[in-house]
């Protein structure tokens, strides 16, 4: 079992920053693709950005060139940095991983462990 918990959520105005942490625990792995999902009220759960356990990276459309996905394999702690953050980045954002040694995936089936999320508000 892998246990993730988010952090780095919280209220900030249009083009401001935020980092968002996952700490993962449990039975890590460097082999472990993962990602990060947001929910905004009223709405489905959408892949944001995923790194994969061979080094490359995915991200959704709206986020490219503002959002940045990194892991620190030593700490087992992957990031999501949010820059020129936007009032429909509202959501609650999610950190998930995948079972070891899979293709990385967009689809939020994919991954078989989730965090409990951690909310960003983007005010205008």
């Known amino acids: 079992q892998v246990q993730l918990v988010e952090s780095g959520g919280g209220l900030v105005q249009a083009g401001g920053s935020l980092r968002l942490s996952c700490a993962a625990s449990?039975?890590?792995?460097?082999?472990?693709?993962m990602g990060w999902f947001r929910q905004a009220p009223g709405k489905e759960r959408e892949f944001v950005a995923a790194?994969?356990?061979?080094?490359?990276?995915l991200y959704t459309d709206s986020v490219k060139g503002r959002f940045t996905i990194s892991r620190d394999s030593a700490k087992n702690t992957v990031y999501l940095q949010m820059n020129s953050l936007k009032p429909e980045d509202t959501a609650l954002y999610y950190c998930?991983?995948?079972?070891?040694?899979?293709?990385?995936?967009?689809?939020?089936?994919?991954?078989?462990?989730w965090g409990q999320g951690t909310q960003v508000t983007v005010s205008s």
């Open positions: 790194v994969s356990w061979t080094g490359g990276n």
């Open positions: 998930a991983a995948t079972r070891p040694r899979v293709a990385v995936a967009r689809r939020s089936d994919a991954y078989d462990y």
């Open positions: 449990g039975r890590t792995s460097s082999s472990y693709n």
